[in-house]
């Protein structure tokens, strides 16, 4: 049973990273993931596209 949290979490963790190595906010992102969990991972793959670097 706590495997499955662990992975959860693990996931939100790798997402957050993901995100902000996209330009995107890794916290938002790593909260969405706590709530959608792969939904999420698959959204953030497929549609959501690298931002410009914000000066």
Known sequence: MYG??????T???INAGLAQ???R?????????L????IA???LVAFCDR???QT
């Open 11 to 13: 996931l939100s963790l």
């Open 51 to 53: 931002l410009p670097p």
């Open 21 to 23: 190595s996209k330009n």
């Open 35 to 38: 709530l959608l969990g792969p």
């Open 25 to 33: 906010s890794g916290f938002g992102w790593f909260l969405l993931t």
């Open 41 to 43: 991972t698959f959204i």
């Open 4 to 9: 499955y949290y662990i992975g959860w979490g």
